[in-house]
């Protein structure tokens, strides 16, 4: 199914049970390179960045699949009560059911810091499966996410709100405030990288716009730093920001999907 109505994955058993929606075009030939695209928080795979690459990855060869963590677009659960672990089964349960061939993990924001956790969970627990993921490439990565990019960048007061009562609501400029609530950043402690070497085996290419306030370059360089062997490859965008959305991001987007699917085929 390319377009239209979604089809929905059952993941999880009994009161954890939930309906993630996906939308997925297998690339052309059996043996060709499909693409993975991981939303950004808040964010669903009808976003911009996802209906560009839709039109254009079937186009240019590659297959695509695209789906919707719990709380998010069409996929069940609430918002608040979702988890990093749990975004991290379902992204696995898509990987695992839905695709068949190598693909190329395309993570953006969030969605990069579940990339880099879905390569390293599949390494450790279902090594046959990693070896499908040819490459990563990575838009904003959020990394480490709950700790370097939320409970450490709160305001004392926001913590406090947190421990107390549960949950912080924070404003965003792409929307209403959202919340972060305790079982969050709780639960991300269990899947943080702290910045210790992590070799990932195949090539992890980063774009980061230098304008981006939410996700900012020194992270990004940051997580270059701790890639071992050489995998890690960062390209910066001047005048780039969090979305980077624009007709020339999604040109970079595209080249840099190519030059990989190259380099790994």
């Known amino acids: ?7 929905f994955l059952d993941v999880g058993d009994g ?10 075009i297998p ?16 964010s669903d ?13 079937p186009a240019n060869g590659f297959g695509l699949t695209r789906f919707e963590y719990s709380g998010h677009g069409s996929s069940s659960g609430e ?10 089964e379902e992204s696995r349960d898509i990987f695992t059911k839905v695709t068949h061939c190598r ?14 956790l ?7 627990r279902d090594p046959a499966a990693a070896d499908r993921i040819a490459a990563i490439v990575l838009i904003a990565p959020a990394w480490d996410l709950t700790e370097e990019l939320m409970w450490k960048k709160l305001p004392a007061e926001a913590q406090r709100e947190i421990m107390e009562k549960g949950v912080t609501y924070r404003p965003s400029e792409y929307g209403d405030p959202y919340p972060i609530t305790q079982k969050f950043i709780e639960e991300g402690r269990n899947h943080l990288f702290k910045g210790e070497p992590f070799d990932p085996g195949r090539p992890v290419v980063i774009l980061q716009g230098l304008l981006d306030p939410d ?13 071992q062997s050489g995998w890690a490859e960062l390209t910066e965008v001047p005048d780039g920001e969090h979305r980077m959305s624009r007709p020339q991001d999604l040109e970079l987007l595209y080249q840099t999907i190519k030059r990989v699917a190259d380099k790994v085929s």
Request: glycine share 8%; proline share 4%; net charge positive.
């Open 27 to 42: 690339p052309p030939s059996a043996d060709g390179l499909g693409l993975v695209w991981m939303i950004g928080l808040k």
């Open 118 to 124: 879905l390569l390293r969970d599949l390494m450790r």
């Open 103 to 116: 693909q190329i993990l395309i993570g953006s924001s969030t969605g990069g810091h579940l990339a880099l």
């Open 215 to 227: 996700v900012p370059a020194a992270h990004s360089r940051k997580l270059v730093e701790f890639i």
């Open 79 to 88: 918002f608040t009560e979702a988890t990093i672990g749990d975004w991290l």
């Open 15 to 24: 009161s954890k049970r939930r309906k993630i929606a996906y939308l997925t």
């Open 45 to 57: 795979m009808v976003s911009t960045k996802a209906t560009a690459l839709a039109e254009w990855a």
């Open 1 to 7: 199914m390319s377009s239209g109505e979604p089809q």
